[in-house]
């Protein structure tokens, strides 16, 4: 498996290869669990973020929608393409 990673590794960004190597860990015991991985930096993007956060924000409180368009969704705009 290792070997097959390493000839996929120009394939695949820098970013997750690390966490693909540690999802492919033949000991099961050292493989982390997809739930682990969605943590990696490489899945929190904003743009990300901030669509699932519209995708449920009529069951936000007021206070919480106020927070996200004032903070969240700015930061994420720049990123968002037209």
């Known amino acids: 498996v290792q070997d097959q990673l390493t000839n996929m590794s120009t394939s695949i960004p820098i970013p997750l290869q690390e966490p693909v190597r540690k999802l492919l860990e033949e000991d099961v015991k050292e493989r982390v669990s997809t739930s682990v991985l969605v943590q990696y930096s490489y899945f929190n993007d904003p743009v990300i973020q901030a669509l699932q956060f519209l995708d449920v924000i009529s069951m936000k ?8 368009y004032k903070e969240t969704l700015i930061r994420a705009l720049p990123y968002i393409p037209k």
């Open 61 to 68: 409180d007021p206070a919480t929608k106020t927070v996200f």
